[in-house]
């Protein structure tokens, strides 16, 4: 029986899809459902402004940590890129990963999942999502296949394949 769900979200399209089918699964087997996400510190600076553009959420988290700065399009790159020791990047990284986490419950919880719970990480990817499966004891993990890593010609990103290699329950890759 599948009694809690486990969802891993990093805001890719993948990601998307694999928060449609956990709240589609949740709702259908009146599962509980575990939202989580890993921060992207050390991610290409590339690839996270290219997810936070599509899905509009650098606009969203620069009004959260400097309301009364106006946003610039294209200003973002270099505060994410920025020095290590500027707080400004590790905010910035931080309310998107709210933002992520919270616009996938939005949904899952407008398709009718019931119980939903969230949790935002630092750490390995891959690590995190088993840990969080294990603390939450998930019957089931869904993923996206692919994040947003840079090798798109890959079959399976490292980020889920380790996952299911190394996950003590069921895993669903969302492509």
């Known amino acids: 029986?599948?009694?809690?769900?486990?969802?891993?979200?990093?805001?890719?399209?993948?990601?998307?899809?694999?928060?449609?089918?956990?709240?589609?699964?949740?709702?259908?087997?009146?599962?509980?459902?575990?939202?989580?996400?890993?921060?992207?510190?050390?991610?290409?600076?590339?690839?996270?402004?290219?997810?936070?553009?599509?899905?509009?959420?650098?606009?969203?988290?620069?009004?959260?940590?400097?309301?009364?700065?106006?946003?610039?399009?294209?200003?973002?790159?270099?505060?994410?890129?920025?020095?290590?020791?500027?707080?400004?990047?590790?905010?910035?990284?931080?309310?998107?990963?709210d933002q992520i986490v919270a616009r996938a419950k939005t949904i899952c919880a407008e398709q009718g999942a019931k119980s939903i719970k969230t949790s935002v990480r630092t750490g390995d990817y891959a690590e995190e999502i088993l840990n969080a499966a294990k603390e939450f004891d998930a019957d089931m993990i869904v993923i996206g296949s692919r994040g947003l890593g840079l090798l798109k010609s890959t079959v399976l990103g490292s980020v889920s394949q380790k996952v299911l290699h190394h996950a003590s329950c069921s895993v669903v890759t969302v492509r």
Do not use: C
Request: aromatic letters at 2%; glycine letters at 8%; proline letters at 4%.
């Open 1 to 97: 029986m599948i009694d809690r769900i486990l969802l891993a979200v990093d805001g890719s399209q993948n990601a998307e899809r694999a928060t449609d089918l956990a709240a589609e699964l949740a709702t259908k087997l009146t599962a509980e459902l575990f939202i989580v996400h890993v921060l992207m510190h050390g991610r290409p600076t590339e690839e996270l402004v290219h997810m936070a553009e599509v899905e509009h959420l650098v606009k969203e988290a620069q009004a959260a940590i400097s309301p009364s700065i106006a946003y610039v399009t294209g200003s973002h790159p270099e505060l994410l890129g920025g020095s290590k020791t500027d707080p400004r990047g590790e905010r910035l990284i931080s309310v998107l990963g």
